[in-house]
């Protein structure tokens, strides 16, 4: 079993849509979960930190079930502007080394 | 604020030649450093990081090697570049202060190709 798992997508979805993205782990003792997007040739950048009781910035709501070692990304509204691959990433580390990626999930917002 | 900047952009090197890649971060002290590779269409893979001066801890046994000669500057090496280290290489950071939920700031990444 790999240590992250993503969906595999491409998911394309049409403007204004609702799209989620689920991420599972390996490690119950991972300490802390992030998700990150990347543009195509561009380098990774953090979309939002998951924290145990769930998060929203704007559009975007991040949740994390340690039970059930699984985090998710829900994105409402799309724009054309979140057309990237979103990165699930854990921190299985105590001291900060140890950052875990996920394999990708490729949206595509259509107009 | 904290900045990182990598460079060079983009690098095309024969096969058998060196190389050195570097990566300094500014606005921050004892920063943890990373290299990653990300081969086309493929994950990001770990290289190297180090937890501080002269520490480094290697995560794939490879040609390549890094170094930390200062505070926040990581240089990533090579003696003799081989086709398969074709990829995008990444410099990336995070801050040992904040506790593990501190995330990883990258850098804008290096497109190495071997040829």
């Known amino acids: 079993r790999k240590e992250v798992e993503q969906d595999p997508g491409p998911f394309n979805v049409p403007e204004g849509a609702t799209v989620a993205f689920n991420c599972t782990y390996s490690n119950s003792a991972s300490q802390s979960f992030f998700w990150y997007r990347q543009d195509c040739r561009k380098e990774p950048k953090l979309l939002m930190s998951v924290y145990s009781s769930g998060n929203e910035d704007g559009r975007f709501t991040a949740q994390l079930n340690r039970a059930s070692q699984y985090i998710s990304l829900l994105i409402r509204d799309s724009k054309l502007s979140d057309s990237a691959t979103y990165l699930c990433v854990v921190n299985m580390g105590n001291y900060g080394q140890n950052f875990v990626f996920g394999p990708g999930t490729r949206l595509s917002v259509l107009p | 604020s904290q900045t990182i900047h990598q460079w060079p952009a983009t690098l095309v090197q024969p096969v058998g030649s060196p190389l050195s890649l570097e990566c300094t971060v500014e606005?921050?002290?004892?920063?943890?450093l990373y290299w990653y590779r990300q081969a086309a269409g493929r994950g990001l893979q770990l290289l190297f990081y180090s937890v501080g001066i002269g520490q480094i801890s290697s995560e794939v046994p490879q040609n390549l090697s890094a170094s930390r000669p200062q505070d926040r500057q990581f240089i990533l090496s090579s003696k003799k570049l081989l086709l398969s280290d074709s990829g995008f290489y990444l410099c990336?950071?995070?801050?040992?202060?904040?506790?593990?939920?501190?995330?990883?700031?990258f850098g804008n990444g290096t497109r190495l190709t071997v040829t």
């Open positions: 990336a950071w995070s801050d040992t202060r904040s506790s593990y939920n501190s995330p990883l700031h």
């Open positions: 606005g921050t002290s004892n920063p943890n």
